[in-house]
């Protein structure tokens, strides 16, 4: 594990094209409308706005006018920093880097239907602010139904938070919170609205070649009262802010006879598919949204019932609608309908009807774009494909950290134990907890690849292995075929010896885990960790960076002595010859429905992703690539770390049971090992924020998984076994993923949805058989509540709602007391 930036294989000219074009190609194109700006005025750190309704511009193919609107909010009188430059004399991150202006899209600006005010020019004045404290005043209070960002980080590091607080007319004023990313970072993923090849750096002097990026976030705003002003985060100097744009879309008034507002929100033709009566049928995902401020929450606001979604155009048929049973006011919700026969240039028209077939909304001139069925080694291309409806709806899987680090299975406190082999080496002196650790036990004639023998696998099971990651809850697993020590779990070929079937165990382990999961466990999907560099490899030296330098390690105890590299191959080259077949060869021979890479750095996954798909493609089945493959990933992947707040993109967090290490560390008691209560409380708390959970072990060398994370693992899927329901196939709640402001007494609780249910998970045991939610719920009269608990839900609970939104839920003592780790409350809609 761990990160570096990742580089690339292409030549300046490629670099240049690819970026370019890709910059724009996600703009979601509206026809303009009238706009007529108006001129801050600054007192201060503060700057009060007018909001005037300025056009959406985009620079696209031009489509019908939009239901769903944005009005920009000028921030320019803030400005206090400039990003972009012509030549790299702008100064974005005090360290003399910056973009370059030639890559940036002038302004008026559209991005995901939504309009910001950026600079018509770039290059010559000022561009964004610094988050410092600032207060944006609105001119007059507005609901504001949700709220939109374009931000970037001049930190090179991790993400990290920034603190929004929202104040309102009633005198309220909450937290909304940022998970902020870094103008370029590692892992690489596709999920910057503005993308360019590179950041000048040294005041122009020289580039870095990492993908360098301006984000977009929107997040839904509580519009229980009217927002009067923005307060920025007061930042960390070395966790800078740096705002672009911000944009806000009003709720729409509500009158004395008001019935639901509906806008379409957004319409994505994706990369995904499902058989309809044996057609491959296209996904397409609708984002339907009630503007109506939260505070008219009533059965005549809301859409209450089933209501379909379909799709025509020219040649475009609906195979499977998408249905929706419940909008509340102040809330958004996404569907999947199914179609075919989507071309490019083809505009299309999603309607919406009710039961009896009635129009409710129409919004025409959406541009379609077909299924793609043969890919190929397209950096444009593949950038549209995404992972699964499968791997969103499974929600949780099994890492597994398995090889001949097993053996010495030891790191000091807070490191990675699988690290073992590179943490010996640096620094080989008496300061490295690890080097004296291999003094004191092995000695100093113990090389790393004497434990080679000792990964014996002796123990190892494949089926009682899948059986447990199956009673565990865990709908997939990734297996570590080959870490950064470069010994393969799997077949290698004439590439390297050193691996599994050669040495050690003498056993193909890849194949007989994959191969037992398919035939014994076939809805347990299958995935393959692969680490692109090595460490030591000769082979790599001439690729080697950072923590990878790739070359013969030096003996640890003698400098003067050359460490082997047991099953070494001399092959030309290490990209070409080893790593790009290694990884063909987990696609399509071992037949992994999950790539999952490590460290990034040169690659030709753009070759390895076209075969990889059109394998899956011509096998019936859908696939998925990480963020770490150094292209065009599918999902991001935090480590040892979660997402303070929902984000719209695919996104997994893996960590290991382990609370230092993915590794087996012996090190580590099993008292501090994630216990039932972490794991489902981490589960849940991520799947509210559109996430899915990754959880590792670290077997022994012999293959054992050991007792205290047997009976972990089991503990968890104890409660998914009752309270999957509200974890398995449901997505967030665009209204918020938890109550942020409990009463006094009531626990912590996260919200998930279906079509048809709505899901309340407390955190703690609710005292006295009452959980209160002070936050509003899509909760009406009719709806049912069950507690979900062991034999099945509970027959329906006493609630109440009262004006103000406060939800109040009677259980018996007696359900309450037969549920560990958190307690789930499922509402299921009236009609």
């Given at each position: 594990?761990?990160?570096?930036?990742?580089?690339?294989?292409?030549?300046?000219?490629?670099?240049?094209?690819?970026?370019?074009?890709?910059?724009?190609?996600?703009?979601?194109?509206?026809?303009?409308?009238?706009?007529?700006?108006?001129?801050?005025?600054?007192?201060?750190?503060?700057?009060?706005?007018?909001?005037?309704?300025?056009?959406?511009?985009?620079?696209?193919?031009?489509?019908?006018?939009?239901?769903?609107?944005?009005?920009?909010?000028?921030?320019?009188?803030?400005?206090?920093?400039?990003?972009?430059?012509?030549?790299?004399?702008?100064?974005?991150?005090?360290?003399?880097?910056?973009?370059?202006?030639?890559?940036?899209?002038?302004?008026?600006?559209?991005?995901?239907?939504?309009?910001?005010?950026?600079?018509?020019?770039?290059?010559?004045?000022?561009?964004?602010?610094?988050?410092?404290?600032?207060?944006?005043?609105?001119?007059?209070?507005?609901?504001?139904?949700?709220?939109?960002?374009?931000?970037?980080?001049?930190?090179?590091?991790?993400?990290?938070?920034?603190?929004?607080?929202?104040?309102?007319?009633?005198?309220?004023?909450?937290?909304?919170?940022?998970?902020?990313?870094?103008?370029?970072?590692?892992?690489?993923?596709?999920?910057?609205?503005?993308?360019?090849?590179?950041?000048?750096?040294?005041?122009?002097?020289?580039?870095?070649?990492?993908?360098?990026?301006?984000?977009?976030?929107?997040?839904?705003?509580?519009?229980?009262?009217?927002?009067?002003?923005?307060?920025?985060?007061?930042?960390?100097?070395?966790?800078?802010?740096?705002?672009?744009?911000?944009?806000?879309?009003?709720?729409?008034?509500?009158?004395?006879?008001?019935?639901?507002?509906?806008?379409?929100?957004?319409?994505?033709?994706?990369?995904?598919?499902?058989?309809?009566?044996?057609?491959?049928?296209?996904?397409?995902?609708?984002?339907?949204?009630?503007?109506?401020?939260?505070?008219?929450?009533?059965?005549?606001?809301?859409?209450?019932?089933?209501?379909?979604?379909?799709?025509?155009?020219?040649?475009?048929?609906?195979?499977?609608?998408?249905?929706?049973?419940?909008?509340?006011?102040?809330?958004?919700?996404?569907?999947?309908?199914?179609?075919?026969?989507?071309?490019?240039?083809?505009?299309?028209?999603?309607?919406?009807?009710?039961?009896?077939?009635?129009?409710?909304?129409?919004?025409?001139?959406?541009?379609?774009?077909?299924?793609?069925?043969?890919?190929?080694?397209?950096?444009?291309?593949?950038?549209?494909?995404?992972?699964?409806?499968?791997?969103?709806?499974?929600?949780?899987?099994?890492?597994?950290?398995?090889?001949?680090?097993?053996?010495?299975?030891?790191?000091?406190?807070?490191?990675?134990?699988?690290?073992?082999?590179?943490?010996?080496?640096?620094?080989?002196?008496?300061?490295?907890?690890?080097?004296?650790?291999?003094?004191?036990?092995?000695?100093?004639?113990?090389?790393?690849?004497?434990?080679?023998?000792?990964?014996?696998?002796?123990?190892?099971?494949?089926?009682?292995?899948?059986?447990?990651?199956?009673?565990?809850?865990?709908?997939?697993?990734?297996?570590?075929?080959?870490?950064?020590?470069?010994?393969?779990?799997?077949?290698?070929?004439?590439?390297?010896?050193?691996?599994?079937?050669?040495?050690?165990?003498?056993?193909?382990?890849?194949?007989?885990?994959?191969?037992?999961?398919?035939?014994?466990?076939?809805?347990?999907?299958?995935?393959?960790?692969?680490?692109?560099?090595?460490?030591?490899?000769?082979?790599?030296?001439?690729?080697?960076?950072?923590?990878?330098?790739?070359?013969?390690?030096?003996?640890?105890?003698?400098?003067?002595?050359?460490?082997?590299?047991?099953?070494?191959?001399?092959?030309?080259?290490?990209?070409?010859?080893?790593?790009?077949?290694?990884?063909?060869?987990?696609?399509?021979?071992?037949?992994?429905e999950i790539m999952w890479c490590d460290i990034g750095g040169p690659n030709r996954t753009l070759d390895f992703a076209a075969q990889f798909y059109n394998h899956a493609m011509a096998s019936g089945k859908q696939v998925t690539m990480n963020n770490?493959?150094?292209?065009?990933?599918?999902?991001?992947?935090?480590?040892?770390?979660?997402?303070?707040?929902?984000?719209?993109?695919?996104?997994?967090?893996?960590?290991?049971?382990?609370?230092?290490?993915?590794?087996?560390?012996?090190?580590?008691?099993?008292?501090?090992?994630?216990?039932?209560?972490?794991?489902?409380?981490?589960?849940?708390?991520?799947?509210?924020?559109?996430?899915?959970?990754?959880?590792?072990?670290?077997?022994?060398?012999?293959?054992?998984?050991?007792?205290?994370?047997?009976?972990?693992?089991?503990?968890?899927?104890?409660?998914?076994?009752?309270?999957?329901?509200?974890?398995?196939?449901?997505?967030?709640?665009?209204?918020?993923?938890?109550?942020?402001?409990?009463?006094?007494?009531?626990?912590?609780?996260?919200?998930?949805?279906?079509?048809?249910?709505?899901?309340?998970?407390?955190?703690?045991?609710?005292?006295?058989?009452?959980?209160?939610?002070?936050?509003?719920?899509?909760?009406?009269?009719?709806?049912?509540?069950?507690?979900?608990?062991?034999?099945?839900?509970?027959?329906?609970?006493?609630?109440?709602?009262?004006?103000?939104?406060?939800?109040?839920?009677?259980?018996?003592?007696?359900?309450?007391?037969?549920?560990?780790?958190?307690?789930?409350?499922?509402?299921?809609?009236?009609?």
């Amino acid at each position: 594990m761990r990160g570096y930036p990742s580089l690339r294989r292409m030549n300046a000219s490629s670099r240049m094209h690819f970026f370019k074009t890709l910059s724009y190609k996600r703009c979601f194109v509206l026809s303009p409308l009238a706009s007529t700006p108006s001129t801050p005025m600054v007192f201060g750190k503060e700057v009060h706005l007018g909001l005037v309704l300025l056009g959406l511009f985009g620079h696209c193919l031009a489509a019908s006018p939009p239901q769903f609107t944005s009005t920009p909010i000028p921030i320019s009188g803030l400005f206090d920093n400039q990003a972009a430059s012509v030549d790299g004399s702008a100064d974005f991150d005090g360290k003399g880097s910056s973009f370059d202006s030639s890559f940036l899209p002038p302004g008026p600006w559209n991005y995901d239907g939504i309009s910001y005010d950026l600079p018509q020019t770039w290059g010559s004045q000022p561009d964004n602010v610094i988050a410092n404290g600032q207060v944006v005043r609105l001119a007059k209070p507005v609901s504001v139904h949700e709220l939109h960002f374009l931000y970037a980080g001049d930190d090179t590091g991790n993400e990290f938070v920034a603190n929004f607080r929202l104040n309102f007319s009633n005198q309220d004023s909450q937290p909304v919170q940022l998970y902020a990313k870094n103008y370029y970072r590692w892992p690489l993923l596709n999920d910057g609205a503005i993308q360019t090849p590179y950041n000048f750096v040294n005041h122009g002097a020289d580039k870095n070649w990492n993908k360098t990026q301006i984000y977009q976030w929107s997040t839904s705003i509580p519009s229980e009262a009217e927002l009067e002003s923005i307060t920025f985060p007061l930042m960390n100097p070395s966790h800078r802010l740096h705002l672009f744009a911000l944009s806000l879309s009003e709720s729409t008034p509500q009158s004395s006879n008001s019935t639901p507002a509906l806008a379409i929100r957004r319409m994505r033709f994706t990369s995904r598919w499902e058989l309809v009566d044996g057609v491959r049928a296209q996904a397409v995902e609708v984002t339907l949204a009630n503007t109506l401020p939260s505070r008219s929450l009533a059965p005549q606001t809301s859409l209450i019932g089933i209501h379909q979604l379909t799709i025509t155009g020219d040649g475009i048929r609906t195979l499977a609608p998408g249905v929706i049973h419940r909008l509340v006011p102040g809330d958004q919700a996404r569907v999947d309908v199914l179609v075919s026969g989507s071309q490019d240039g083809i505009l299309s028209t999603i309607h919406v009807t009710d039961a009896n077939n009635n129009s409710v909304v129409e919004s025409s001139g959406w541009p379609a774009t077909p299924l793609v069925e043969n890919w190929t080694p397209d950096a444009d291309l593949l950038a549209t494909h995404e992972s699964p409806s499968w791997w969103k709806q499974a929600k949780y899987g099994i890492f597994i950290h398995w090889g001949v680090y097993s053996y010495p299975a030891w790191a000091s406190p807070n490191n990675y134990a699988e690290w073992y082999t590179w943490d010996l080496h640096n620094p080989p002196d008496a300061s490295n907890p690890t080097w004296n650790h291999h003094l004191e036990t092995y000695g100093p004639d113990v090389v790393y690849d004497d434990f080679i023998p000792k990964f014996t696998a002796s123990k190892f099971n494949a089926s009682s292995w899948v059986d447990l990651f199956d009673r565990a809850g865990a709908k997939y697993f990734v297996l570590v075929t080959k870490h950064h020590d470069g010994f393969a779990l799997f077949e290698t070929g004439n590439t390297t010896n050193r691996n599994s079937l050669k040495l050690g165990p003498k056993r193909d382990l890849v194949a007989e885990l994959l191969d037992t999961a398919k035939r014994e466990k076939p809805d347990l999907h299958r995935g393959t960790y692969y680490s692109l560099p090595e460490w030591f490899n000769p082979d790599y030296a001439k690729y080697g960076f950072g923590p990878w330098p790739g070359g013969l390690a030096h003996n640890a105890f003698n400098s003067t002595e050359i460490e082997p590299y047991t099953g070494y191959v001399n092959v030309t080259d290490y990209i070409d010859d080893l790593q790009y077949p290694h990884m063909l060869d987990l696609a399509l021979r071992y037949d992994t429905e999950i790539m999952w890479c490590d460290i990034g750095g040169p690659n030709r996954t753009l070759d390895f992703a076209a075969q990889f798909y059109n394998h899956a493609m011509a096998s019936g089945k859908q696939v998925t690539m990480n963020n770490r493959c150094g292209a065009v990933p599918d999902f991001d992947t935090p480590e040892y770390a979660t997402f303070g707040s929902i984000q719209p993109q695919n996104w997994e967090s893996s960590e290991g049971m382990d609370p230092f290490s993915y590794g087996l560390n012996s090190a580590t008691s099993a008292s501090q090992y994630k216990n039932g209560t972490t794991i489902v409380q981490t589960l849940v708390d991520i799947v509210s924020k559109n996430g899915n959970f990754l959880l590792d072990i670290g077997p022994t060398a012999e293959g054992e998984i050991i007792e205290p994370m047997v009976t972990n693992l089991l503990d968890a899927g104890s409660w998914l076994a009752h309270s999957g329901d509200c974890v398995y196939s449901t997505t967030y709640s665009f209204q918020g993923s938890q109550d942020i402001d409990p009463p006094a007494g009531s626990p912590p609780a996260r919200f998930t949805r279906t079509p048809t249910t709505f899901c309340i998970i407390a955190f703690a045991r609710p005292a006295s058989g009452t959980l209160v939610i002070q936050k509003r719920l899509p909760v009406l009269p009719g709806d049912e509540i069950v507690f979900m608990k062991p034999g099945g839900p509970s027959s329906p609970l006493e609630w109440e709602m009262d004006e103000g939104g406060k939800l109040t839920i009677k259980a018996s003592e007696s359900d309450l007391n037969e549920v560990q780790f958190a307690w789930a409350f499922q509402v299921r809609y009236g009609q």
